[in-house]
C-alpha cells in the first residue's frame, strides 16, 4: 500500500519562507501533487510533479527527487492569507490498472505576523 | 461557471436514515470521484469513476453506493446512516493533460451530520 508523512503543524512568519516536507513510500510511482485546503473549503491544486527537480508557479514552487521518495512545498513571502492546510499526494498504479491518488495527512501552516 | 457542484452543502439527519449527494461537473473531465474527509482532516478516496465505469472501489460499506448516470455527474447514496457517517464529501473531478501531469478540481463539499 501506500505511505505518506509530511508534518502536523508549521509555523512562519510573515514574509519569510517555509518548506513543507513529504516522504512517500508506493509502488507504482508516477507523480506528486499538493493541495491548499483553508478551514471549511475545499482542496485546491496547487502543483504536479512527475520528474525530478523544481517546478515554480509565482510565490510556490514544488521539488521532486523520485530516487529519495522525497518532495517539499516551497512557499515564498508568506502572506496572512497562506494560512492553511497543505496536503501531498501520491499518485500511484492503482488496482484495475488505473491511476490512483493518495492524500497524506496535511500539513496546518500558521502564518504569524 | 465552470466548476464541480456539490448539493447539499451542509446535511443534518438521524441515524438510520437514506440520504443522497449530488455532484455535476462543466470541465468535460473524464473522471470523478467521492473522498471523505473526517474530523482530523484525512482525506480518503471512496470511489472513482471513469466515463461512467466505476473503476476505483476502496473498502467502503455496502450502505455507500455510487451512481453515474454520464460522465458530468456523480451521486453518493447512503443507506442506513450511522454517526461514525459523519465527515465531509467531497466530489472531484480530473483530466489528465500530457505531459503536465493533472490536477483534482474539487466540489465545495457536502457537511454530513448524522444525530
Known amino acids: 500500500g501506500q505511505s505518506l508523512e509530511q508534518p502536523s503543524e508549521v509555523t512562519a512568519v510573515e514574509g519569510a519562507i517555509v518548506q513543507i516536507n513529504c516522504t512517500y513510500q508506493t509502488s507504482g510511482f508516477y507523480g506528486l501533487s499538493w493541495y491548499q485546503q483553508h478551514d471549511g473549503g475545499a482542496p485546491t491544486f496547487l502543483s504536479y510533479?512527475?520528474?525530478?527537480g523544481l517546478e515554480e508557479t509565482g510565490r510556490f514552487s514544488s521539488f521532486l527527487s523520485r530516487s529519495d521518495s522525497y518532495g517539499y512545498l516551497l512557499l515564498q513571502e508568506l502572506q496572512m492569507k497562506d494560512s492553511a492546510s497543505y496536503f501531498c499526494a501520491v499518485r500511484d498504479k492503482g488496482g484495475g490498472g488505473y491511476q490512483k491518488v493518495t492524500f497524506g495527512t496535511g500539513t496546518k501552516l500558521q502564518v504569524i505576523p | 461557471d465552470t466548476a464541480v457542484s456539490q448539493t447539499p452543502k451542509y446535511l443534518v439527519t438521524q441515524m438510520g436514515n437514506d440520504k443522497s449527494i449530488k455532484c455535476e461537473q462543466n470541465l468535460g473531465h473524464d473522471t470523478m470521484y467521492w473522498y471523505k474527509q473526517d474530523s482530523k482532516k484525512f482525506l480518503k478516496i471512496m470511489f472513482s469513476?471513469?466515463?461512467?465505469?466505476?473503476?476505483i472501489n476502496e473498502t467502503v460499506p455496502n450502505r455507500f453506493s455510487p451512481k453515474s448516470p454520464d460522465k458530468a455527474h456523480l451521486n453518493l447514496h447512503i443507506n442506513s446512516l450511522e454517526l461514525g457517517d459523519s465527515a465531509v464529501y467531497f466530489c472531484?473531478?480530473?483530466?489528465?493533460?500530457?505531459?503536465?501531469?493533472?490536477?483534482?478540481?474539487f466540489g465545495s463539499g457536502t457537511r454530513l451530520t448524522v444525530v
Open positions: 472531484a473531478s480530473s483530466q489528465e493533460v500530457p505531459l503536465r501531469g493533472y490536477g483534482y478540481t
Open positions: 469513476y471513469n466515463n461512467k465505469e466505476l473503476i
Open positions: 510533479n512527475a520528474l525530478d
